[in-house]
Nanobody, 123 residues
Framework: QVQLVESGGGLVQAGGSLRLSCAASGRTFSSYVMGWFRQAPGKEREFVAANGVRTYYADSVKGRFTISRDNAKNTVYLQMNSLKPEDTAVYYC???????????????????WGQGTQVTVSS
């Protein structure tokens, strides 16, 4: 079992930056593929970024967001720069052992989820 707790969300003006953190429980954190997803009101949850052996990004955030992890602290981060109003959403951290390159962006493939943290970008 893995428990995930996100933090770092908030209200920021367009063009600003935020860094989200996701702290994970468990002793095998380094074995998990860690992902960030987001869900805007009235929309489906969508892939943002993931970090395992490789790093993956959604096209909409490529060049603006950076995912990183600190295995010693059991924490994954999402640095978000040049934020846009369309980035407004609840951001979720997810984890799974069996993610592959083909499934990294699939919501249903991740077994463990955090409770989410709200990010609001004002124009």
């Amino acid at each position: 079992q893995v428990q995930l707790v996100e933090s770092g969300g908030g209200l920021v003006q367009a063009g600003g930056s935020l860094r989200l953190s996701c702290a994970a429980s468990g002793r095998t954190f380094s074995s998990y593929v860690m992902g960030w997803f987001r869900q805007a009101p009235g929309k489906e949850r969508e892939f943002v970024a993931a970090n395992g052996v490789r790093t993956y990004y959604a096209d909409s955030v490529k060049g603006r967001f950076t995912i990183s992890r600190d295995n010693a602290k059991n924490t994954v981060y999402l640095q978000m720069n040049s934020l846009k109003p369309e980035d407004t959403a609840v951001y979720y951290c997810a984890a799974d052992l069996a993610i592959t390159r083909a499934t990294v962006a699939e919501v249903d493939e991740y077994d463990y989820w955090g409770q989410g943290t709200q990010v609001t970008v004002s124009s």
